[in-house]
Structures are given as structure tokens and as C-alpha cells.
């Protein structure tokens, strides 16, 4: 998989990365392997086509100046791989870049997952992904519900993150131009 994303500030990135060796450490919980550095994200697909979506990307951070989001909590997407995550609360400005990116993006796709369709977006970073167990997601929530997570996050960047031999990497990041 492929990603569009906004990487966490230098602060958000430590407090997230401490969060996971943490988890790792407490409940054997590793590194979300489709999470190698705190993120939230605004499109993902099978593949894109990456000659056209540097320039796309690099268009959309020149034109976009640099907001905050406000991030809290903790909360859970159930299923056969639960995910836990901290929500990002749906600003106008972050609802705003989103449908930019989604538009921009989205034809130059293939395999793009639904789930980060305009209409239906849950911007999220996620905390654990992959290896929680009916055992173990009990005592992880409890232990976060600990955390101070209540973040004003300054979002400053796309990113274009790609999966290649394996592991996921940061292909290309373009800094927001305007301030």
C-alpha cells in the first residue's frame, strides 16, 4: 500500500514513537507495521502513478499554508485487526486539504481504499494496528486512557509514502510554502 500523509511535528513524532515502545514493552505490542512514522492520512491505494503525483503533491504544499488540528484521546476501530488510534478532530482547514488531495490524487490511482473517501474520512494516527488480541486490547486502553493525549498539532507538510522490498518509506515530502 501506498499512502498521501501529513507527518507529525518533531514534538507529536517523539510523543507517539515513546507511546509505541511503550506498548511494546508493556504488551508486546510492536511498531504498526503500516505505521513507521506518526502520521495521519488522506488517501491510500494499491499504487499510484508516481511520475504525475510528485508534481501533484509539491502543487498542493505551495498552495497550502500551514494550520493547526487539535488531536485527543483514544478510540478503536474494531474488527479482525483492531486498530488503536487517536482522532483528529475534522477542521475546516484539514477538511479543506483533504478534498484537495482526494481530488488531485485520486485519478492518478489504482486500488485506492474507501475508507479515505471525502464522505467518509476519519483522520486518525494510529497508536496500535496488527497485533492487538482480545487479551491484550483491554490493558492497552487502560493504560493509554493514562496518557496525556490532548495535542495541538501544526500541520506543515504531504508526504507520499510507498511500500517498497517489504517496508514503508517516505518517498517524498514537500513543506507547506505559505505560513
Avoid: C
Wanted: no cysteine; hydrophobic share 45%.
Amino acid at each position: 500500500m501506498h499512502g498521501i500523509v501529513s507527518l507529525l511535528d518533531d514534538q507529536h513524532t517523539e510523543f507517539v514513537e515513546k507511546l509505541w515502545a511503550e506498548m511494546a514493552q508493556r504488551f508486546g505490542v510492536g511498531n504498526p507495521a503500516a505505521t513507521f512514522v506518526p502520521h495521519f492520512s488522506y488517501h491510500v491505494a494499491e499504487a499510484y502513478d508516481l511520475d504525475r503525483l510528485a508534481g501533484i503533491l509539491e502543487r498542493l504544499a505551495k498552495e497550502t499554508a500551514v494550520f493547526p488540528i487539535q488531536a485527543a484521546g483514544i478510540a478503536i476501530f474494531p474488527g479482525a485487526e483492531s486498530v488503536i488510534y487517536v482522532p483528529v478532530a475534522r477542521s475546516l482547514a484539514l477538511t479543506q486539504l483533504h478534498e484537495r488531495v482526494w481530488t488531485a490524487v485520486n485519478p492518478h490511482s489504482q486500488g485506492s481504499i474507501p475508507y479515505y473517501a471525502p464522505a467518509v474520512w476519519f483522520p486518525h494516527i494510529t497508536l496500535a494496528h496488527g497485533d492487538i488480541t482480545p487479551e491484550n486490547l483491554g490493558p492497552i486502553v487502560t493504560w493509554l486512557h493514562t496518557q496525556s493525549i490532548a495535542w495541538t498539532i501544526q500541520v506543515d507538510n504531504l508526504a507520499l509514502v510507498a511500500e517498497g522490498n517489504g517496508r514503508h518509506q517516505i518517498n517524498h515530502r514537500f513543506p507547506f510554502s505559505q505560513k
